[in-house]
C-alpha cells in the first residue's frame, strides 16, 4: 500500500530532510532512510523602477525574493498574441534585444535543483522609444520627485552646507540635479523635457562618475542646455567643460527635445513646439552616458520619455 503525504508551512528556496516511521499497536518503527527535499524558490520581483528600454533592447532588473542564493533565472518573453521564448541568467538582471515598434510581456522565475518558482507578476515593455526613470539616490537633498518618477522640484527652503556629505560622490552636492537611468545601449536614444520659462535649468547628459560637486557643463564629463534669466532678456548657453559657442534664441522653447546619437557621436537640442534645431554637440563618447537635470533657481521640470523621435530629431 502506497501513502501520499502532504507537509505544509515548508519555506522557499529551503533544503529538509525526510523520513518515515510506522506506528501501530505494538510500538514504532525504526526511521526509513532518510531523503533530501529541496523546496522551489519564492517569485522573483521585478524592480519596474530601475527597468529601462528603447528600440532595440530592454533591461530588466529584479529581486529575488529568496534568503538563500537561487542556482539562475529564467526569463520569459513574449510579443503580445505569439509564442514566448526563454533565456537562462545568473544574476538579478538581464539586457534583452528586442525590435523597435512592438510590445512585450517579460516575466522573471527563479531557479533551484527542486525546480522551477512561480512567474514573477508579468511587466509590459515597449519598444516606441527610449524609457528610462530618475536615480532618486542621485538627486541633490533640495530636490523632490514625484511619485511617478518623472518630474523634479526645488523648493524655496535650502539645506545648510553641513547637511550634505561633500566627500559623497553618490549624489549632487552642489548642482541641484539628478541623473536619469539611461539603457546602457549604443544606439539612438530620445527624451523631451518640458520647462517653464521662469525658471533657471540645466539639461543634457553626463558620464556616471561626472563629479557631483561642480556643475553640469563645466567639466569634460557632462554636456548641457542651459537658460539664465536676466532683467533684460533669456539667454541659453550650451555647456561643455565651461566653454559655450555664442548663440541667440529669440522663441524661449518649453518643450525641449534631446536627441543622443553614440554611433554619429552628437548630442542635439530642439524646440519641439517648432521644430526648429537650437544646437549639436559633437563628442565621441568613450562610455555609457546618463540624462542629467538641474534646476538653478526654485521651479520644476518634467521628463517625457517612451515616445518616438520625431524624424527631424536624427536628420
Not at 522551489?40 to 538563500?68: F, H, M, Y
Not at 518630474?151 to 549624489?171: H, K, Q, R, V, W
Not at 552616458?289 to 524624424?311: K, M, R, W, Y
Request: aromatic residues 10%; hydrophobic residues 35%; negative net charge.
Amino acid at each position: 500500500m502506497m501513502t501520499r503525504l502532504s507537509t505544509m508551512n515548508l519555506l522557499p528556496n529551503a533544503q529538509y530532510e525526510l523520513w518515515v516511521t510506522a506506528t501501530n499497536t505494538t510500538g514504532i518503527s525504526p526511521a526509513s532512510e532518510k531523503a533530501l527535499y529541496m523546496t522551489v524558490p519564492s517569485p522573483p520581483v521585478i524592480k519596474q523602477r530601475e527597468c529601462t528600454s528603447c528600440p532595440e533592447a530592454a533591461l530588466i532588473r529584479w529581486d529575488s525574493g529568496n534568503t538563500n542564493p537561487v542556482d539562475s533565472y529564467t526569463v520569459e518573453l513574449s510579443e503580445t498574441g505569439t509564442n514566448g521564448t526563454e533565456s537562462t541568467v545568473p544574476t538579478c538582471q538581464c539586457l534583452i534585444q528586442l525590435q523597435a515598434g512592438r510590445r512585450y510581456l517579460i516575466s522573471v522565475r527563479a531557479v533551484n535543483i527542486g525546480g522551477p518558482s512561480d512567474r514573477s507578476e508579468v511587466i509590459t515593455v515597449s519598444t516606441t522609444g527610449t524609457f528610462f526613470h530618475l536615480l532618486e539616490d542621485t538627486a541633490h537633498p533640495c530636490l523632490s520627485i514625484s511619485e511617478d518618477g518623472f518630474t523634479i522640484f526645488y523648493g524655496d527652503e535650502e539645506l545648510p552646507i553641513s547637511a550634505m556629505a561633500l566627500d559623497d560622490n553618490t549624489f549632487f552636492t552642489r548642482c541641484v540635479a539628478v541623473l536619469g537611468d539611461l539603457i546602457p545601449v549604443r544606439g539612438r536614444h530620445y527624451w523631451e523635457v518640458e520647462v517653464d520659462d521662469g525658471t533657471e535649468f540645466r539639461i543634457g547628459v553626463a558620464y556616471e562618475d561626472m563629479e557631483r560637486n561642480t556643475y553640469l557643463g563645466a567639466n569634460s564629463s557632462s554636456w548641457c542646455m542651459r537658460h539664465i534669466l536676466s532683467p533684460t532678456r533669456h539667454k541659453y548657453e550650451f555647456l561643455h567643460n565651461g566653454w559655450s559657442p555664442d548663440l541667440r534664441i529669440t522663441v524661449n522653447p518649453l518643450r525641449i527635445g534631446v536627441a543622443l546619437d553614440y554611433d554619429r557621436g552628437t548630442l542635439s537640442f530642439f524646440n519641439v513646439n517648432l521644430e526648429q534645431h537650437l544646437h549639436t554637440f559633437h563628442c565621441n563618447f568613450q562610455n555609457h552616458i546618463q540624462p542629467c537635470f538641474s534646476l538653478d533657481n526654485p521651479g520644476a521640470l518634467t521628463v517625457h520619455n517612451g515616445i518616438e523621435a520625431p524624424e527631424y530629431a536624427f536628420m
